[in-house]
């Protein structure tokens, strides 16, 4: 029932706002965001007690992992709703919510296929927050913006449907196939060369979301030209939940393929983008610029935890 509100709340409080205007949207904008906060906490709290927390079947589902990632984006989500009556349009308040609806969707599914499509919701969400002022150069960095991670994105889907088609191929159960608690049991016995390459597709696609150099492009020109509590929301949460799902591949690709395919490109990227983070920041003159590069070079540390594994370096991460 709490995952069930979690994400009720948000897309409730997104269809009421692009019905509302004035003190009135001001109004559901705020206690939809409270709401959100508070279910996240509940969700966070019911984790804690009960180890794992279901909905819908199964469908739905939250761990530690989880749970982690639903405070982050509750806390986060309600600390930017506090700048946003200063943008407060038409379109600003649902988009916003719908947004934050569509990083707890990605999270909190228990489906590798709605899980792609909940991170494909979070650009066309976004992508009209980022183009907010409706200037030259906001327009220019959401076209970027939605360009490179949709292709990103796409690469994502190629990746998943190998990891699907390798399931399939090998237990033949359809309905099951992508679910990551299926995926986990049946990894050791998936064909180490598909996954691989599932893995190289999952890297760059998400790696996209993530903003993994050199997929970091779109990352810059988004963040300068957003309203501030759309680069808050994705500096603190959205480049996590594209790190988010390259930890859950992880340990599939560990048990089909070995943890040193995926640690080697783990760590490169991480080290890469580190690296041009810290080039870029020097020659940065715009504040927000160089905030995202700080996020590039955040991510990068991220991924080296990752790819170092263990214990602590996940915990790390």
Same mark, same amino acid.
């Given at each position: 029932?709490?995952?069930?509100?979690?994400l009720?709340?948000?897309?409730?409080?997104?269809?009421?706002?692009?019905?509302?205007?004035?003190?009135?949207?001001?109004?559901?904008?705020?206690?939809?965001?409270?709401?959100? +906060? %508070? @279910?996240?906490? $509940?969700?966070?709290? /019911?984790?804690h =007690?009960?180890?794992?927390?279901?909905? *819908?079947g199964? &469908?739905?589902?939250?761990?530690?992992?989880?749970?982690?990632?639903?405070?982050?984006?509750?806390?986060?989500?309600? +600390? %930017? @709703?506090?700048? $946003?009556?200063?943008? /407060?349009?038409? =379109?600003?308040?649902?988009?916003?919510? *719908?947004?934050? &609806?569509?990083?707890?969707?990605?999270?909190?599914?228990?489906?590798?296929?709605?899980?792609?499509v909940?991170?494909?919701?979070?650009?066309?969400a976004?992508?009209?927050?980022?183009?907010?002022e409706?200037?030259?150069?906001?327009?220019?960095?959401?076209?970027?913006?939605?360009?490179?991670?949709?292709?990103?994105i796409?690469?994502?889907f190629?990746?998943?449907?190998l990891?699907?088609?390798?399931?399939?191929?090998?237990?033949?159960?359809?309905?099951?196939?992508?679910?990551?608690?299926?995926?986990?049991?049946?990894?050791?016995?998936?064909?180490?060369?598909?996954?691989?390459?599932?893995?190289?597709?999952l890297?760059?696609?998400?790696?996209?979301?993530?903003?993994?150099?050199p997929?970091?492009?779109?990352?810059?020109?988004?963040?300068?030209?957003?309203?501030?509590?759309?680069?808050?929301?994705?500096?603190?949460?959205?480049?996590?939940?594209?790190?988010?799902?390259?930890?859950?591949?992880?340990?599939?690709?560990?048990?089909?393929?070995?943890?040193?395919?995926?640690?080697?490109?783990?760590?490169?990227l991480?080290?890469?983008?580190?690296?041009?983070?810290?080039?870029?920041?020097?020659?940065?003159?715009?504040?927000?610029r160089?905030?995202?590069?700080?996020?590039?070079?955040?991510?990068?540390?991220?991924?080296?935890?990752?790819?170092?594994?263990?214990?602590?370096?996940?915990?790390?991460?």
């Amino acid at each position: 029932m709490t995952l069930l509100a979690l994400l009720a709340i948000p897309l409730a409080g997104a269809l009421l706002l692009a019905q509302s205007r004035g003190r009135l949207a001001t109004a559901v904008h705020a206690l939809t965001a409270a709401l959100t +906060l %508070a @279910a996240s906490v $509940a969700v966070a709290l /019911a984790v804690h =007690r009960e180890g794992v927390v279901t909905a *819908l079947g199964g &469908f739905l589902r939250a761990d530690a992992l989880s749970a982690w990632m639903v405070a982050l984006i509750g806390l986060v989500g309600a +600390l %930017a @709703a506090t700048e $946003a009556p200063r943008y /407060a349009s038409g =379109r600003f308040y649902p988009l916003f919510h *719908l947004f934050v &609806f569509t990083m707890l969707l990605a999270v909190t599914t228990d489906d590798v296929g709605l899980m792609w499509v909940a991170v494909e919701g979070t650009t066309l969400a976004s992508v009209f927050l980022v183009n907010f002022e409706g200037t030259r150069a906001s327009l220019e960095a959401a076209y970027k913006y939605l360009l490179i991670c949709s292709v990103g994105i796409a690469i994502a889907f190629l990746g998943t449907v190998l990891v699907y088609f390798a399931d399939i191929q090998l237990f033949g159960d359809e309905v099951d196939a992508l679910r990551w608690t299926t995926l986990l049991r049946v990894a050791p016995r998936l064909p180490p060369r598909v996954i691989e390459l599932a893995f190289v597709f999952l890297v760059v696609g998400y790696g996209t979301k993530a903003g993994l150099a050199p997929m970091h492009t779109w990352l810059p020109d988004a963040h300068s030209e957003a309203p501030a509590p759309v680069s808050a929301l994705m500096s603190g949460v959205l480049l996590s939940v594209g790190v988010y799902a390259l930890l859950r591949f992880k340990p599939v690709v560990d048990l089909a393929a070995g943890p040193a395919f995926a640690r080697r490109i783990l760590l490169a990227l991480g080290l890469a983008s580190m690296a041009v983070a810290a080039l870029f920041l020097w020659t940065s003159q715009n504040f927000k610029r160089m905030l995202a590069y700080s996020s590039v070079e955040h991510i990068g540390i991220a991924c080296l935890g990752l790819g170092f594994g263990g214990a602590w370096g996940v915990t790390g991460a």
